[in-house]
């Protein structure tokens, strides 16, 4: 029988994706040896400001800047739906299409861990996949109590160590890189060059659509 595959899960709205997005994932990738890490585009909730860049776009520049880098793959199933999804709708989706046996890891910045127990039905989420979370030196947020009860029952301290197709936690250090979309968006708003802080294919992409201008 083959061996399980181990793959990561990188969710995010990417409006634009950068640099911090791709070299973190490729870190991420080759700290865990991961057969694939998946970028997954979500589709942007109804009561955000109106798109500035829709989900073709988005896609468009995510399967851009991963051209000829392995292990990170783009995973659209997200934008497919005509409705935000849910992580748990997209951890089952993707349970359908794997091997019982396959790991399945989905990477969150620790801030959105400490947002977890508001998601939906978030205490299943386990059952599909295992959790890295992402430290950072400074971060902010703290864990709530049933966050906190989830870590103790669930933490193991090796990311290398994480067993099995799913059910459990780990932290990996990593600072990250000073770039964020919101910055990215607000310099080509105001003219400004976004040379290095993404692809030049995306960047390419976003001259050429005449995206994100103010
Ligand atoms: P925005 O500025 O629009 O909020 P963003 O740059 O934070 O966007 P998202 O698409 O929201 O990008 O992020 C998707 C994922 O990538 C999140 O898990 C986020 O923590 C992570 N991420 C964002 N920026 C960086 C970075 N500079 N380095 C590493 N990971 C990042």
Known sequence: MANPRRIGLLG???????????????????????????????ARPPHRETPQVGAQDRLAMVEQAVVGLSPLQVDDRELK??????????????????????????????DAFCGLPAWHRWDELLQHCHILVLQRPDAGSEASEPL??????????????????????????????????TQIRSLLASGRSVRFLVPDAVLAYINTHGLYRG
Do not use: C
């Open 81 to 110: 739906r005509d409705k935000p999804s849910y992580s748990i709708d997209t951890l089952e989706s993707l349970r359908g299409e794997l091997a019982a046996d396959d790991q399945l890891f989905l990477i969150l910045g620790w």
């Open 148 to 181: 906190r009860d989830l870590m103790a029952a669930r933490n193991v301290a090796d990311p290398l160590a994480l067993n099995g197709p799913a059910g459990q936690i780990s932290f990996i250090w990593q600072t990250p890189l000073a770039v964020s979309a």
């Open 12 to 42: 995010g709205t990417f409006d634009p994706v950068h640099i911090g997005h791709l070299r973190g994932a490729l870190e991420v990738a080759e700290f865990m040896a991961l057969d694939e890490l998946r970028l997954i585009p979500s």
